[in-house]
């Protein structure tokens, strides 16, 4: 029988982290926990793993400075939906986990979506104040607690970049099993660390990250939902689409290059130009039978 094996020692220093340490818009620290490799499933993760207090001393009041990315991100994930919709029983009910400034809800209420929420734990409620004022209302502020919620009345719940910061994603997959009706779907991006932009960038790919307890593969990402329940099983590698100036900002150059680069392109059009590319992001949707 195979053993787990360390993928990475750590290589991190919380004193360094900032007001942005855990928001879209930082540079980054290339920083991380230690990384074991599971031989069963592939999943990297954390141990030993960081202590809440340990986390909320480092990351502070993280600000929030993101709502071009997210919106972003948000027509990305949404031109999902009308795929899934064909197989989900019905529009009543969906639910995002981690929803930040709601760019999603917005997505979702644009196809068709009714009694739609939004759960954000963040303790300082930024990205909630970063919303629009229709779409407020709709964020439940928080963690997502399945108590909170009617079993069986969701025909969508999504998580997206979010599996990574989690505890305990099994339970999170237990409990949105609950939560959805017969027939509906859930709906997961995470980070691959077995896509190509992860193998070329090593261990200066921004997935390998301080916030990130653990990071999915598309065989664990299935084996975290086959375990749970969920059935046709689907992964698919995402074109991420991004103004240039933000994939400057995640790639690995000197911190004085990259800063003269960023001030250069946010004063030019060339800078805001949308540009796809395959980052190393999955996927991930599963239904209950």
Same mark, same amino acid.
């Given at each position: 029988m195979e053993v787990p094996k360390v993928f990475a020692e750590a290589d991190c220093?919380?004193?360094?982290l900032d007001g942005f340490a855990s928001a879209c818009r930082k540079l980054l620290e290339y920083m991380h926990y230690r990384l074991i490799s599971c031989p069963?499933?592939?999943?990297?993760?954390?141990?030993?793993?960081?202590?809440?207090?340990?986390?909320?001393t480092a990351y502070h009041e993280a600000a929030f400075d993101s709502s071009e990315e997210a919106h972003y991100a948000s027509r990305t994930y949404a031109s999902f939906l009308p795929e899934i919709m064909q197989h989900i029983p019905n529009l009543d009910g969906a639910i995002d986990?981690?929803?930040g400034d709601g760019a999603f809800l917005e997505e979702l209420l644009r196809t068709g979506f009714t009694s739609v929420i939004g759960v954000e734990p963040e303790p300082?409620?930024?990205p909630i104040l970063a919303a629009k004022e229709e779409i407020q209302p709709l964020i439940k502020?928080?963690?997502?607690?399945?108590?909170?919620?009617?079993?069986?009345t969701f025909s969508l719940i999504t998580c997206f970049q979010t599996l990574e910061h989690l505890y305990d994603p099994k339970q999170m997959c237990q409990d949105a099993y609950t939560l959805i009706k017969k027939g509906g779907a859930v709906f997961f991006i995470c980070h691959n660390h077995r896509a190509l932009s992860a193998k070329i960038l090593r261990m200066r790919s921004p997935i390998f990250d301080i916030e990130h307890l653990q990071l999915f593969s598309e065989k664990s990402a299935r084996y975290l939902l086959?375990?749970?329940g969920f059935t046709t099983i689907t +992964? $698919?590698?995402?074109?991420?689409?991004?103004?240039?100036?933000?994939?400057?900002?995640?790639?690995?150059?000197?911190? @004085?290059?990259?800063?003269?680069?960023?001030?250069f392109l946010k004063k +030019? $059009?060339?800078?805001?130009?949308?540009?796809?590319?395959?980052?190393?992001?999955?996927?991930?949707?599963?239904?209950? @039978?």
């Amino acid at each position: 029988m195979e053993v787990p094996k360390v993928f990475a020692e750590a290589d991190c220093d919380l004193n360094q982290l900032d007001g942005f340490a855990s928001a879209c818009r930082k540079l980054l620290e290339y920083m991380h926990y230690r990384l074991i490799s599971c031989p069963t499933c592939d999943v990297l993760y954390a141990s030993p793993i960081p202590e809440l207090s340990e986390l909320a001393t480092a990351y502070h009041e993280a600000a929030f400075d993101s709502s071009e990315e997210a919106h972003y991100a948000s027509r990305t994930y949404a031109s999902f939906l009308p795929e899934i919709m064909q197989h989900i029983p019905n529009l009543d009910g969906a639910i995002d986990i981690g929803t930040g400034d709601g760019a999603f809800l917005e997505e979702l209420l644009r196809t068709g979506f009714t009694s739609v929420i939004g759960v954000e734990p963040e303790p300082f409620q930024a990205p909630i104040l970063a919303a629009k004022e229709e779409i407020q209302p709709l964020i439940k502020h928080g963690l997502f607690r399945v108590e909170d919620f009617q079993a069986g009345t969701f025909s969508l719940i999504t998580c997206f970049q979010t599996l990574e910061h989690l505890y305990d994603p099994k339970q999170m997959c237990q409990d949105a099993y609950t939560l959805i009706k017969k027939g509906g779907a859930v709906f997961f991006i995470c980070h691959n660390h077995r896509a190509l932009s992860a193998k070329i960038l090593r261990m200066r790919s921004p997935i390998f990250d301080i916030e990130h307890l653990q990071l999915f593969s598309e065989k664990s990402a299935r084996y975290l939902l086959k375990m749970n329940g969920f059935t046709t099983i689907t +992964t $698919k590698v995402i074109f991420n689409r991004y103004p240039l100036h933000y994939w400057v900002k995640l790639f690995p150059l000197p911190l @004085k290059l990259k800063r003269f680069c960023l001030s250069f392109l946010k004063k +030019t $059009k060339i800078g805001y130009l949308p540009v796809s590319i395959p980052a190393g992001n999955l996927a991930v949707i599963g239904y209950k @039978k």
